[in-house]
Antibody
Framework: QVQLKESGPRLVKPSEALSLTCSVSGSSISTGVHYWGWIRQSPGKGLEWIGSMFHSGSTYYNLSLKSRVTISMDTSKNQFSLRLSSVTAADTAVYYC????????????????WGQGTLVTVSS | DIQMTQSPSTLSAFVGDRVTITCRASQSISKWLAWYQQKPGKAPKLLIYKASILESGVPSRFSGSGSGTEFTLTISRLQPDDFATYHCQQYDSFPSSFGQGTKLEIK
């Protein structure tokens, strides 16, 4: 079965970049029909889709974060990563990686399964 | 962006009760709606997609219905394992968006 697990620093200073990696087992991210994505959950805003990436290199980002977000893949390691630049306290959240399942179009997926999530706190 | 509004925010019920959670979209999303269950400290788990299709392995006491702007998740006979937070998500329009969640508590 497909399993995902997030890793990366749990504490990031304001104005710096947040970087997380998602390690995938049970499925190859370099083949198949699935996009792979990131979602975050903060107490004030609930769940928020950040962005998704396909192994072809195609990416989709939430416009609210697009100027600060980069998602990339390392297919040799079966991992994909999130980089969020210029973070503020508002970026404090639990960050989840997930496999997407196709919706109407690739840029509007739903998510299954999810990783366990990792809390990232932005603080000096 | 499409706004998703769930009601109620919190729901208290007994084991064995039938409960319904409502999710409303700010504009029509046809049937492009998913429901997730989330337990404390855990990731959301997909229950239902395309408004009414039960994900494999999800108990049949869960059901979803609706189209357009109004949707419901019904749990026919609550079990102790069902007490959790439930989220809806529209995936009709970019960007996909979630409701704020409904916490189902044991009475």
């Amino acid at each position: 079965q497909v399993q995902l697990k997030e890793s990366g620093p749990r504490l990031v200073k304001p104005s710096e970049a947040l970087s997380l990696t998602c390690s995938v087992s049970g499925s190859s991210i370099s083949t198949g029909v699935h996009y792979w994505g990131w979602i975050r959950q903060s107490p004030g805003k609930g769940l928020e889709w950040i962005g998704s990436m396909f192994h072809s290199g195609s990416t989709y980002y939430n416009l609210s974060l697009k100027s600060r977000v980069t998602i990339s893949m390392d297919t040799s390691k079966n991992q994909f990563s999130l980089r969020l630049s210029s973070v503020t306290a508002a970026d404090t959240a639990v960050y989840y990686c997930a496999r997407t399942r196709p919706g109407v179009v690739p840029e509007t997926p739903f998510f299954d399964p999810w990783g366990q999530g990792t809390l990232v706190t932005v603080s000096s | 962006d499409i706004q998703m509004t769930q009601s109620p925010s919190t729901l208290s019920a007994f084991v064995g009760d039938r409960v319904t959670i409502t999710c409303r979209a700010s504009q029509s999303i046809s049937k492009w709606l998913a429901w997730y269950q989330q337990k404390p400290g855990k990731a959301p788990k997909l229950l239902i997609y395309k408004a009414s299709i039960l994900e494999s392995g999800v108990p049949s006491r869960f059901s979803g219905s609706g189209s357009g702007t109004e949707f419901t998740l019904t749990i026919s006979r609550l079990q102790p394992d069902d007490f959790a937070t439930y989220h809806c998500q529209q995936y009709d329009s970019f960007p996909s968006s979630f409701g704020q969640g409904t916490k189902l508590e044991i009475k």
